[in-house]
């Protein structure tokens, strides 16, 4: 590969990304192919190569750019407000999930495929990013619940975090999906990402009711 600049190497390596983001869109993980994400960007297979080996790589890559995105909200939230009532954080908490439909999907689908066909590096990478969006959680508890104990904040971190897998799954239902439930009498009724997170949110915080 030609030498070129860290700066276009990043670059490049976004555009793959990109590419990735945009197929998944309309197509499922397991047909998405590289030479499918080739199509979208200037770089053939090969090239997608010097990058990543495998298309779990880049969904992997793809995952980590979602929580770094999340952990920016929450770090803005942060920012923005000195104080916030139990309720008025499970709201804005709600909100910045809602924002990140791509993640709760790919949180949804394939996790393990991802992290199992990735080389160590890209996983550590990966895990970072999810850290530091249960660290940027954890500090939102710390300023915002002071009167929280330690356990009381690592039970809500390990019951939210976990919780976030299946929200996915209960917000985007196909119409094949939607007739097969109501065939075998499934009583289903469609909730939004943020009514979901919000009423969980409101549950693990304590929120009482008006």
């Known amino acids: 590969m030609p030498k070129i600049s860290e700066e276009e190497m990043l670059a490049r390596r976004e555009s793959i990304i990109d590419a990735c983001a945009k197929l998944y869109e309309t197509m499922s993980f397991k047909d998405i192919t590289l030479k499918e994400v080739g199509k ?17 790589e880049i ?7 979602e ?20 309720e008025r954080l499970a709201d804005a908490l709600a909100r910045s999930l809602e924002k990140r439909q791509r993640l709760l999907k ?27 969006s249960i660290k940027a959680v954890r500090r939102c508890l710390d300023k915002f619940c002071p009167e929280m104990s330690e356990e009381e904040k690592v039970s809500f971190l390990y019951a939210y975090f976990p919780f976030m897998y299946g929200i ?12 097969a439930m109501e065939e075998a009498e499934v009583g289903f009724k469609y909730y939004s ?13 304590e929120v009482e009711k008006h």
């Open 40 to 56: 979208v960007t200037t770089f053939n297979r090969t090239a997608i190569y010097n990058y990543f080996n495998t298309k779990e």
């Open 59 to 65: 969904f992997l890559a793809l995952m980590q750019r």
């Open 67 to 86: 929580y770094e995105l999340w952990v920016e909200d929450l770090e803005r939230l942060m920012a923005e407000h000195e104080s916030l009532s139990r």
């Open 106 to 132: 790919l949180l949804s689908m394939n996790h393990f495929d991802m992290e199992e066909n990735s080389r160590h590096e890209n996983l550590v990478e990966f895990k970072r990013a999810y850290g530091a």
């Open 168 to 179: 996915y799954p209960y917000v985007v239902v196909t119409d094949k999906q939607r007739q």
């Open 193 to 205: 990402i943020y009514e979901i997170s919000y009423n969980c949110l409101r549950k693990l915080l």
